[in-house]
């Protein structure tokens, strides 16, 4: 089974809209970290934001909020107020255990254009 | 401050060949991880470098090999490489001794194989 799906290959938000990209995630691991990251064509995978699997709140930096629907295994991104610059490619992904080292596991992404 | 930087930033090879790609992490940072990214996929864990030692391996052949220096930076050889290996191959550098969430990434290295 996929530890990530992201089911929207592709998505389009016209410019200062709010955006939703979806992630759902499978775990029978009780400590889990999600995460959102922004790749623009360049290649660096951008952090945006991290939900911790026991954290009460959902986790807000600046633009971006992460939607965590435990019971559901749901992460979705929610963009406020898109801006041109947001267009990329953007991957949830997951690391199980409590270890910061253990590896990511990464959905197929899904690819946001910014309308002007 | 220098994020994590890789070399070279993009490499053409032959079906066959070896290659050795290299990895700076961030400074303060001693864990080295390496990720395969097909086009149009996610990146795909390929192993992780602590202490200078293999620490985990994700689901690639022994092709694939790698190493870590006393100043944490790293390396990832490909031997008899494959059309299939033609990917974008990304580094990513944390530490294992801060709660460090996030794993900062390098802007990878695109490797064509023809």
């Known amino acids: 089974a996929q530890k990530i799906t992201q089911t929207q290959p592709g998505m389009f938000v016209q410019e200062k809209e709010a955006v939703t990209l979806d992630c759902t995630y499978d775990t029978s691991d009780p400590s889990y970290g999600l995460f959102w990251y922004k790749q623009p064509s360049s290649g660096e995978m951008i952090f945006l934001i991290y939900q911790g699997s026991y954290d009460q709140q959902n986790a807000t930096e600046g633009r971006y909020s992460l939607n965590f629907q435990k019971a559901r295994k749901s992460a979705n991104l929610v963009i406020s107020a898109s801006q041109l610059g947001d267009s990329a490619m953007y991957f949830c992904?997951?690391?199980?255990?409590?270890?910061?080292?253990?590896?990511?596991?990464f959905g197929t992404g899904t690819s946001l254009t910014v309308i002007p | 401050d220098a994020g994590v930087t890789q070399s070279p930033t993009h490499l053409i090879k032959t079906r066959g060949q070896q290659v050795t790609l290299r990895c700076s992490p961030k400074?303060?940072?001693?864990?080295v991880s390496w990720y395969q990214q097909a086009l149009g996929q996610g990146p795909q864990f390929i192993f992780q470098y602590y202490e200078e030692e293999e620490r985990q391996r994700g689901n690639f052949p022994d092709r694939f090999s790698g190493h870590q220096f006393p100043n944490y930076s790293s390396e990832l050889n490909v031997n008899a490489l494959l059309l299939g290996d033609s990917a974008l191959y990304l580094c990513?550098?944390?530490?294992?001794?801060?709660?460090?969430?996030?794993?900062?990434f390098g802007q990878g290295t695109r490797l064509t194989v023809v």
């Open positions: 992904a997951m690391r199980e255990g409590p270890n910061t080292g253990n590896q990511f596991y």
């Open positions: 990513a550098s944390s530490s294992a001794g801060q709660a460090s969430r996030e794993a900062f």
């Open positions: 400074s303060g940072h001693d864990t």
